[in-house]
Each structure stands twice: as structure tokens, then as C-alpha cells.
Nanobody
Framework: QVQLVESGGGLVQAGDSLRLSCAAS????????MAWFRQVPGGERELVAR???GIGMTENTRFTISRDNAKATVYLQMNSLKPEETAAYYC???????????????????WGQGTQVPVSL
């Protein structure tokens, strides 16, 4: 059973940067695709970034995903945040390597509790 714990969320102003962290335990970290999703109330979980042990991919150029396999931690660096990016951000894990299938939230068996990122004007 993989457990994921996010940290680093909090209120920021538009244009600020923020780094989220997600610490994993209970599995072989390098075996998993790690991803970040975000969700607004009433909305679906939207992919932000994902990475396997070799490659990271983000949905926009202002964000960067990285992972420290020795620490079993994945990071999401977010720059120039916008108010419309206010959401709960979730870390997720799926065994395997990057593929089109793990662009979707239902590909991920393990989820963190989420961390709130409000972005003010």
C-alpha cells in the first residue's frame, strides 16, 4: 500500500512561485509514475504534471516536475501562478512508465490528501 503526503501549499499572490512536495512510502518509488493533479470544487481532477523514473512532463511551461528517488519524493515547482490556478493539488501514483493512459486520473491507484493553493489577485 503506497501512502502519499503532500506539503507546501498555501496562499500566494498572482505571479508568485510555490513548490509542492509529495513524500511517498510503502512501495518501490522508482516503479511508479508520479503525478500532480488539481481540482476545483465541482470540477474534475485535471492533470498538471507527471514523471516516471526517467522523464517528466508538464501541461504548461511555467511548472516543473522533479523527483528525488532516494528520498521517495516528487516536487512540483510552480512559477508565475495565476488566480485561475487556485485549486486543491493532489499527488498520485501509478505503477509503470509514462504512457497516454496515465494522463487520466482513473489510471492512478494511490492519492494523497491534497493541499490547497489559493492564488489571490
Amino acid at each position: 500500500q503506497v501512502q502519499l503526503v503532500e506539503s507546501g501549499g498555501g496562499l500566494v499572490q498572482a505571479g508568485d512561485s510555490l513548490r509542492l512536495s509529495c513524500a511517498a512510502s510503502g512501495g518501490v518509488f522508482s516503479d511508479y509514475v508520479m503525478a500532480w493533479f488539481r481540482q476545483v470544487p465541482g470540477g474534475e481532477r485535471e492533470l498538471v504534471a507527471r514523471a516516471d523514473r526517467g522523464i517528466g512532463m508538464t501541461e504548461n511551461t511555467r511548472f516543473t516536475i522533479s523527483r528525488d528517488n532516494a528520498k521517495a519524493t516528487v516536487y512540483l515547482q510552480m512559477n508565475s501562478l495565476k488566480p485561475e490556478e487556485t485549486a486543491a493539488y493532489y499527488c498520485a501514483a501509478s505503477m509503470g512508465r509514462l504512457s497516454n493512459s496515465n494522463r487520466l486520473a482513473n489510471a492512478y491507484a494511490y492519492w494523497g490528501q491534497g493541499t490547497q493553493v489559493p492564488v489571490s489577485l
